[in-house]
C-alpha cells in the first residue's frame, strides 16, 4: 500500500506538473525572450495597460486560489478572499512601489485578508472542513475511491489538521515559492519563527504521510514475506 | 540529518502538488478581469486620464500666482484711489435730483438758488488724489439760473426764462444722464474760443459760457455783445 501510495502521488505529480500552470506557465513579452518581471507588469498596468495585468494574473491566479482555498478550507470563502485579494489589488495599482518581489506583496495582501476574516468569523481554527475532496472522502468508503484520490485525501486531511500558523507557512513555502526570508516579511514574524514553523509543517505532513502507509504497508508485509526466499 | 530533511521535503512537497490542482473557477476569473479593466480608462479616456494630474496642477500654479499677483496689486493700490470713484457716483446721482425739481416746479425760481454739484469726470480722473467736489455749475445750469433768476447780464426776460425752463432741464438731464456727454462737453468749451467760433452762433455761445465758467465775466460779456450784435436771431439755448 505505501508503494501504491508513493507511486500514485509520483504519478498525479507528473501530470499535475504537466497539467498546472503554476510558475512555469509565464507570459512573455512581443519579440523578446526573457519573462516580464512581475513587477514590470504591475506598474504598466497601474499606467493603464489592462493587457499585462491579465498577464500577471494568469501567472498567480490558480496559486493565489490554492493557497486560500487550502487556508479556509471552504470555496465560497476562498472565493470571497480571492476577489477581495485581487480587488486590493487593482484598486492599491497606483501606490504600489516595486520595493519587493511582486509575489511577496500579493501573498502579504491574502494574508492579511485571511487574518480578518479570521478575526471577524473567529471560526477558522477548529473550525470544520467545508472542502468537497475531504468531503467525499468521509462520505464514500475506500472501495469507491482510487488510490490516488485516497492518497490525496489523506494528505489534504492531514494538511487542514495543522495549525493554522504552520499551514500558512507551509502554503506560502509551496504555492507562492517563497523562501523563508520571505514568508516571515509576509507573516510578520522572526525568521526562526517561519523557519521552525516551516520545519513543523513538514514533519507532520511527512509524519501524516507515514502513519496512512504504515496499516496498509503492515497488511502487505506478510505477503511480501512469504513471497520472498526463506534466509 | 540535513539531507533527510530535504527529502523529506521534497517528497511533502510532491505530495502536496499532487494533490492539491485546483484552478481558479473561470467565474471569479472573469470577475477579476472585468474590474480590472472596468476601473482602467481605455483609449481617449486612457489619454486624458494620464494628462490629469499634470494638468490639474498646472491649473493649480496658475491660479495661485493669479491670486498672488492680485493681491499684491491690491496692497500696493493707493487706498485714497478708491475715494474719485465714490464721488463721481454721487455727482453723477446728484443732478438728477436737481433736475427733477427743476422740473417738478418750474415756477419756484426761489428753490433753484441752490446750485448743483458736478463734478468733471476728466477732472476727476485726471486728478489722483480725492478733490472736493467743485462747485462751479455747468454752462448751461448756470444760465437756466441766471435766467430764472432774473439775472441782470441774460438778456432773456424773466418770462422767456420760465418759458425754456423745462427745456433747459430736459437738455441738463441728457447732459448729465452720462459720465461721456459731460467730458464732450468739457472739451468742447475748453477749444470754444479757438479758431473761427465766430463762424457759428453755436461755437460763439459756447465760447461765452467757457468764459463765464472760467472767471472771465467782462470778456464773456463782450462776446455775448458781440454775439447779439452778428446774430441778432440768434436765441441763447438755456
Not at chain 1, 116 to 126: E, F, G, I, P
Not at chain 2, 200 to 221: K, N
Amino acid at each position: 500500500m505505501s508503494a501504491t501510495l508513493g507511486m500514485s502521488l509520483h504519478n498525479a505529480e507528473t501530470r499535475g506538473r504537466e497539467a498546472l500552470p503554476r510558475r512555469s506557465a509565464v507570459a512573455y513579452a512581443d519579440g523578446m525572450s526573457v519573462p516580464v518581471d512581475d513587477s514590470a507588469l504591475m506598474l504598466r498596468y497601474a499606467d493603464g495597460d489592462v493587457a499585462a495585468f491579465e498577464t500577471l494574473y494568469r501567472r498567480h491566479n490558480d496559486s493565489l486560489y490554492r493557497y486560500v482555498l487550502r487556508l479556509s478550507n471552504n470555496r465560497d470563502t476562498a472565493a470571497d478572499l480571492f476577489q477581495e485579494v485581487w480587488s486590493k489589488i487593482i484598486k492599491s495599482r497606483h501606490r504600489y512601489r516595486p520595493s519587493a518581489k511582486f509575489t511577496t506583496y500579493l501573498y502579504r495582501v491574502a494574508h492579511n485578508a485571511f487574518i480578518d476574516h479570521v478575526r471577524r468569523n473567529k471560526r477558522y481554527s477548529d473550525g470544520p472542513a467545508d472542502d468537497p475532496d475531504l468531503r467525499a472522502s468521509t462520505a464514500d468508503g475506500p472501495d469507491a475511491e482510487t488510490e490516488k484520490s485516497m492518497a490525496r485525501t489523506q494528505f489534504l486531511r492531514a494538511l487542514n489538521d495543522l495549525p493554522i500558523e504552520q499551514r500558512d507557512t507551509f502554503l506560502l513555502h509551496e504555492e507562492a515559492a517563497l523562501t523563508v526570508e520571505q514568508i516571515a516579511k509576509v507573516t510578520g514574524v522572526p525568521h526562526e519563527t517561519a523557519k521552525s514553523r516551516l520545519r513543523y509543517a513538514v514533519n507532520k505532513l511527512r509524519a501524516a504521510m507515514t502513519a496512512y502507509a504504515g496499516p496498509a504497508s503492515d497488511a502487505d508485509q506478510p505477503v511480501q514475506q512469504d513471497q520472498g526466499p526463506p534466509a | 540529518m540535513n539531507q533527510q530533511a530535504d527529502n523529506d521535503s521534497k517528497l511533502v512537497a510532491d505530495a502536496y502538488r499532487a494533490s492539491s490542482n485546483e484552478a481558479a473557477p473561470e467565474t471569479l476569473n472573469r470577475a477579476v478581469l472585468q474590474q480590472a479593466s472596468r476601473v482602467t480608462p481605455t483609449g481617449r479616456l486612457a489619454t486624458l486620464y494620464s494628462w490629469c494630474r499634470p494638468l490639474a496642477f498646472a491649473a493649480t500654479l496658475v491660479i495661485g500666482v493669479a491670486l498672488i499677483y492680485d493681491i499684491q496689486n491690491a496692497l500696493n493700490e493707493p487706498e485714497v484711489l478708491t475715494a474719485p470713484a465714490d464721488k463721481m457716483l454721487r455727482d453723477t446721482v446728484t443732478p438728477p435730483r436737481y433736475d427733477s425739481q427743476q422740473t417738478a416746479a418750474p415756477a419756484a425760481p426761489a428753490a433753484q438758488t441752490t446750485k448743483p454739484t458736478f463734478a468733471k469726470p476728466q477732472r476727476a480722473a485726471e486728478s489722483s488724489a480725492p478733490e472736493p467736489i467743485t462747485s462751479k455749475p455747468s454752462a448751461a445750469v448756470t444760465d437756466a439760473g441766471a435766467g430764472s433768476a432774473g439775472n441782470a447780464r441774460a438778456k432773456p426776460t424773466l418770462q422767456e426764462s420760465r418759458q425754456f425752463a423745462p427745456q433747459a432741464a430736459s437738455r441738463k438731464l441728457e447732459m448729465l444722464r452720462s459720465d461721456a456727454d459731460s467730458a464732450l462737453v468739457t472739451d468742447a468749451d475748453t477749444d470754444a474760443c479757438a479758431g473761427t467760433y465766430t463762424e457759428s452762433p453755436e461755437r460763439w455761445w459756447r465760447c461765452v459760457q467757457y468764459l463765464r465758467t472760467s472767471g472771465e465775466p467782462s470778456a464773456a460779456d463782450t462776446e455775448w455783445r458781440q454775439l447779439q450784435a452778428a446774430y441778432p436771431d440768434f436765441a441763447a439755448p438755456d
